[in-house]
């Protein structure tokens, strides 16, 4: 499984960002698609994840409200749309995927088995 992001840049606060994420390969291996990010100095944390190709997104507290994901089955491509940007959302952004169900531990960064690359955020 390949996971290709884009997207990130600089923001001013209460701007907006669109990330992208185009996934390949094994489709038995992509069940969820989570997003998740590191701020500077802090863990990893999942910002928010969505069943692929079928029902259930979850986000953090953080940022419901503010975040959308959503996806494109026909291309492939999962989006985290970013509103109401903060400061404290400055950070790298990762998409990633699970070969299981997003479910309650879909905020757990173990549960991830394939990566994108990152794609820095960064809110001022």
């Known amino acids: 499984v390949q996971l290709v992001e884009s997207g990130g840049g600089s923001a001013q606060v209460g701007g907006s960002l669109r990330l992208s994420c185009v996934i390949s390969?094994?489709?038995?291996?992509?069940?969820?698609l989570g997003w998740l990010r590191q701020a500077p100095g802090k863990e990893r944390e999942g910002v928010g994840a969505?069943?692929?190709?079928?029902?259930?997104?979850y986000y953090a507290d953080t940022v419901r409200g503010r975040f959308t994901i959503s996806q494109d089955t026909l291309e492939n491509t999962g989006y985290l749309q970013m509103n109401g940007l903060e400061p404290e959302d400055t950070g790298s952004y990762y998409c990633a995927t699970s070969p299981g169900g997003c479910g309650a531990s879909w905020a757990s960064v173990a549960k991830f088995e394939y990566w994108g690359q990152g794609t820095q955020v960064t809110v001022s």
């Open positions: 969505t069943v692929i190709a079928g029902r259930g997104t």
């Open positions: 390969g094994d489709t038995s291996k992509r069940a969820c």
